[in-house]
């Protein structure tokens, strides 16, 4: 038996500290307010990196890049300044609806090849952008470390609205036939981890849920302790 990580974004350093206290897997720099995405300051990610370095106490470190569309050259200025701070995981929105054709990916992938292999890069489609997960490969195939689903309007409802079961089951299962490390999150609640986590994702992923009024509001310990205790008890088959 085995049990998904708990992914935890986290909006200033007090709430990386919060985060860190309760042995969170992975503590993902985003800045809610400024979109699904948001991103750091350059100079804060560079904090928090130092500080995560000095009682880090397991737990992984990614950051977000911002909202941005699917331009190569934006995408890719937008990587390159993320991931010279030396931070782990850098995770980048992909704006991929099923009618944009693979040709339209490509050159953002191109661009995004060469960091790749230098940093480990998350891409994060969007649930509710209807994303063609059969270009999932193609992720594997630039040299990235991961994918993950994510919803980019936080009030069309969260990752199971918008994708079922057999849909959410399939992303996770072609990521992992390609190496790839999966997250699933996107407005995920209490009630939503026991039958995601029986999808076998690596993580899943909360912000909302752990805030008190919402993802904009401040992380809530209380919430951040429900939460992990629901993660850590979601036992899943291992494959």
Same mark, same amino acid.
Not at 38 to 50: F, K, S, T, V
Not at 154 to 164: E, N
Not at 223 to 231: D, Y
């Given at each position: 038996?085995?049990?998904?990580?708990?992914?935890?974004?986290v =909006?200033?350093?007090?709430?990386?500290e919060t /985060?860190?206290?309760?042995?969170?897997?992975i503590?993902?720099?985003?800045?809610?307010?400024?979109?699904a995405l948001? *991103?750091? &300051?350059?100079?804060?990610?560079?904090?928090?990196?130092?500080r995560?370095?000095?009682?880090?106490?397991g737990?992984?470190l990614?950051?977000?890049?911002g909202d941005? #569309?699917? @331009?190569?050259?934006?995408?890719?200025?937008? *990587?390159t300044?993320? =991931?010279?701070t030396?931070v782990?995981?850098?995770?980048?929105?992909?704006?991929? #609806?099923?009618?944009?054709?693979?040709?339209?990916?490509?050159?953002?992938?191109?661009a995004l090849?060469?960091?790749?292999?230098? =940093?480990r890069?998350?891409?994060?489609?969007f649930?509710?952008?209807? #994303? @063609?997960?059969?270009l999932?490969?193609?992720f594997a195939a630039?040299?990235?470390a991961g994918?993950?689903?994510?919803?980019?309007d936080?009030? /069309?409802?969260?990752?199971?609205?918008?994708?079922?079961p *057999?849909?959410? *089951?399939?992303?996770v +299962?072609i990521?992992?036939?390609?190496g790839l490390m999966?997250?699933?999150?996107?407005?995920?609640k209490?009630?939503?981890?026991?039958p995601l986590a029986?999808?076998?994702?690596?993580?899943l992923?909360?912000r909302g849920?752990?805030?008190?009024?919402?993802?904009?509001?401040a992380? +809530? &310990?209380q919430?951040?302790?429900?939460?992990?205790?629901?993660?850590r008890?979601?036992?899943?088959? =291992?494959?």
């Open positions: 038996m085995s049990t998904p990580g708990f992914l935890a974004s =909006a200033n350093l007090e709430e990386m /985060a860190l206290a309760f042995g969170v897997d503590v993902d720099l985003k800045n809610p307010a400024e979109g948001g *991103a750091w &300051p350059i100079a804060m990610i560079e904090l928090a990196l130092a995560w370095r000095e009682h880090g106490n737990s992984n990614s950051a977000t890049v941005h #569309p699917l @331009d190569a050259a934006t995408l890719a200025q937008a *990587a300044r993320t =991931a010279a030396g782990p995981l850098v995770k980048i929105g992909f704006a991929l #609806p099923a009618q944009v054709a693979e040709a339209a990916l490509a050159p953002c992938l191109f090849a060469p960091i790749a292999r230098d =940093a890069l998350i891409a994060v489609l649930a509710d952008q209807a #994303p @063609d997960t059969s999932v490969p193609a630039a040299g990235f994918v993950m689903l994510d919803t980019a936080k009030t /069309a409802g969260g990752l199971r609205h918008h994708l079922d *057999a849909a959410l *089951a399939r992303f +299962d990521a992992r036939a390609h999966t997250g699933l999150a996107g407005a995920l209490l009630a939503d981890v026991a029986a999808l076998g994702p690596d993580y992923g909360f849920a752990l805030c008190a009024e919402g993802r904009t509001g992380l +809530d &310990p919430r951040l302790a429900a939460v992990a205790g629901a993660v008890g979601a036992h899943v088959v =291992a494959v």
